[in-house]
């Protein structure tokens, strides 16, 4: 006789109820319980309250004053202390930051390039082996980029010409591009700019980028003029920084921060390994921020900066050497990129968001990381590391288009979805590596596509030489519908596409 086997205690649930002890529902379900504590006890208290309550009368309150525990000096004494307190309290707080508009500037067909083209002018150049045009070859195909970005006329013409007076022309065409455009879609004067920030890592002129645009537009006399070099493709988010904290003292105040990277003179025509990457990477590109302090920009503006998180590694050796400018064994400039660079900007990420996790994560998620740490160090158990649900307190992310390999390990690192990945693989697809202007452009992409939303969060996040790693995060002001100037708009339909991981080049 067959033994009769007692049904599962998954046989016995209903469907819905079984759908629910998943791990990702209970997960969700704990995390609305805990971010909705407050809520969930007024209720009970309300309850218990009641029927006290429900018994009061006008009279009772009338007789309140009479009471021998009311005393009325007390009462004065502690009202007024209150309101000294708040008074105290909105004076000390913060000068509210907003992002009024931004631009992001869109070459000419002139200057595109397909990547077949871009290898057909590097042979011309006469100083590659066959290995090294092999190796590039190799790079263009695997770096996620498409044949629909754009190169300076310097590198494109035949031969190519590196000279200063052609990387000023270059630095000239982007940053006035970008600014000229945030000017017009903005209204404002250009002697209304107090507060001027350019960063640009490779290439410093005499006079500077910020010479450059106050003789151009004719900047008030007392500018404060800030010109950032040598800090990588995360300086966009320092010169931020920077004017967040000049807002602080220099009330009713507009600042433009101006992002760009110059590719003429640092083209890398030698046959190390290590400082070819940059030739397959990097392309064309800038952008321009206005930002302001005046609380009647509130209303027009797009976003306000909420909080940015500066982590610098440079105390460390390797961290400091793993990007470098220097000459190769020919005597030839290039940017030298070390093995251990992901490691190295994986450990920089690490510190970055323990810092920035405490301040946007919800209450819920703080606690499951506090509670894997204790696991871990106190009670010693071998337990891997608890990464948060960053997709709990952003509706968007910004992460900087370095590469495939860099948006590769931070999807994985952050457990991000394709979705959210989207913005990022797309600006590096279309316009490539522009370094600290990067951001803005998949901020572009996030608006083109109707994402933003009131009260969205939007989180930048960005890697550069040093090593560094700096984010910043925005709250949308307002609903961004349409968007008239954007490097995206008239493609926009076009986007997502697929990107595999191999691209042949066409000839």
């Known amino acids: 006789m067959a033994e009769k086997v007692a049904p599962s205690v998954d046989n016995r649930l209903p469907s819905y109820l079984l759908k629910l002890l998943k791990p990702n529902y209970m ?26 309550l429900s018994t009061l009368t006008l009279a009772d309150l009338r007789e309140l004053p009479n009471q021998p525990w009311v005393n009325l000096s007390a009462v004065v004494t502690t009202t007024t202390l209150l309101m000294a307190v708040a008074t105290l309290y909105a004076m000390s707080r913060p000068r509210p930051v907003y992002l009024v508009d931004f631009s992001c500037y869109k070459p000419t067909q002139a200057h595109m390039a397909t990547r077949g083209e871009i290898m057909e002018r590097f042979k011309k150049a006469g100083t590659f082996t066959d290995e090294t045009v092999a190796f590039q070859h190799k790079m263009l195909e695997r770096c996620g980029i498409g044949d629909s970005s754009y190169f300076p006329r310097s590198l494109l013409c035949t031969p190519i010409n590196m000279s200063h007076r052609t990387a000023r022309e ?73 004017v967040k904290n000049l807002l602080q003292v220099h009330p009713n105040s507009y600042a433009m921060v101006v992002s760009t990277e110059n590719m003429t003179l640092n083209a890398y025509l030698g046959n190390n ?23 009647s920009d509130r ?27 220097e000459e190769d064994a020919e005597g030839k400039v290039g940017v030298a990129l070390s093995k251990e660079l992901m490691v190295v900007a994986g450990n920089a990420l690490k510190a970055n968001i323990s810092t920035l996790g405490p301040l ?8 499951l990381f506090l509670a894997a740490m204790l696991l871990r160090k106190v009670l ?5 590391s608890y990464i948060p649900d960053f997709k709990l307190a952003f509706e968007h992310f910004c992460i900087h ?40 452009y998949e901020l572009s992409y996030i608006e083109a596509k109707g994402r933003i939303r009131r009260g969205d969060r939007v989180w930048q996040i960005a890697f550069g030489s040093g090593f560094k790693c700096n984010s910043a995060v925005w709250r949308a002001l307002n ?13 926009i339909h076009k986007f997502p596409v697929h990107v595999p991981k191999v691209t042949p080049i066409l000839p």
Request: hydrophobic letters at 40%; a positive charge; glycine letters at 6%.
């Open 170 to 242: 270059e630095a000239e065409t982007v940053i006035f591009g970008a600014t000229d455009e945030l000017f017009q879609k903005t209204g404002v004067a250009a002697a209304d700019i107090s507060i001027l920030v350019v960063n640009c890592s490779l290439y410093n002129p005499t006079p500077s980028y910020t010479s450059m645009i106050v003789n151009r537009y004719k900047l008030r006399k007392d500018v404060m003029s800030y010109n950032l070099g040598g800090m990588g493709c995360s300086a966009g988010l320092i010169s931020i920084d920077l």
């Open 299 to 325: 209303r027009r503006s797009k976003y306000q900066l909420v909080h940015t998180m500066r982590t610098h590694r440079g105390a460390e050796d390797c961290s400091h050497s793993c990007v470098m400018q």
């Open 360 to 367: 946007v994560l919800p209450m819920s998620e703080q606690l």
């Open 380 to 384: 010693k158990l071998k337990i891997r």
């Open 401 to 440: 288009a370095g590469g495939r390999a860099v948006l590769d390990e931070l999807e994985k690192h952050l457990e991000l979805t394709p979705w959210h990945m989207e913005p990022s693989r797309m600006t590096l697809h279309r316009f490539g590596n522009t370094s600290s202007s990067s951001l803005w």
């Open 479 to 491: 609903t961004v519908l349409a968007v008239h100037k954007n490097p995206w708009t008239d493609e």
């Open 27 to 52: 997960k969700l379900l704990y995390h609305h319980a805990i971010s909705n504590a407050l809520y969930l006890c007024l209720g009970p208290l309300l309850v218990l309250l009641f029927p006290r």
């Open 273 to 295: 390994r290590s400082m070819l990457v940059s030739n397959s990477l990097f392309r064309l590109g800038g952008a321009a921020v206005l930002l302001s302090n005046r609380r």
